[in-house]
């Protein structure tokens, strides 16, 4: 599926089409808010809008306001990557590495993620990172995976900060380090990753990579859970 030319006239209407479909699923939203944002967003993506593809890649896959469809989830996530969104891109390269809407291929859900990474989106550097890691879609290279999540993570990318962690606390592509395993763990749990917290607790525990304390152990393990049972 490709997103059809749009004429200056056809281009702004696609794009009030398209806000009109955000305020729908914006606003606390109804059933049929969210029906009616569907029927909006396939309007916006016919006269050409490259977000309202993305915006149905999502609300098809996740069944929001109208009937899971991974097959037309992926199709929309495809035509928002032949236009350039980075964010198109890296679903296109999940939903491959994944087998969603479209049968399993990691070595072109490394090249979608390639893209959307080159075009921006450090979760695709985090991803790439793993695929690296653990040899799927590529030759397995612990080093370069090291190296694309500490990039992600210096971007801000939390589970990449919490593989940097992991990393540095095994070895894996990096020589171990607990200091800077702790550290790194320490980023991603106060951006609220649940497993860094857990890991925090640990180390704290045992005094690895910091100074042994009871008190901030206990803390982070009830962090961890306090989290858990949010995500």
Known sequence: MKVRSATRRGSRQAMRIFAAARRKFNQPATAEDAKAGVALLKQAAELGSVGAHEWLGFVYNDGYGTRRNRRLAFQHYMAAAESGSAWGEYHVGVC????????????????????AAKHGDFTALHVLGRAY???????????????LH?????????????SVGVC???GEGVVPDPKQAFRWYLRAAKRGHDDAAHNLGYFYEIGRGVRMNQRKSEFWYARARELGRRS
């Open 168 to 170: 540095f606390s095994r």
């Open 96 to 115: 491959f590495r994944e087998g969603t809407g479209v049968p399993n291929d990691d070595r072109l859900a490394v090249l979608w993620l390639r893209r």
């Open 133 to 147: 890691r653990y040899g799927w879609g590529v030759p397995k290279n612990q080093r370069k995976g090291f190296e």
């Open 150 to 162: 500490l990039q992600a993570a210096k971007l801000g990318e939390c589970e990449a900060q919490f």
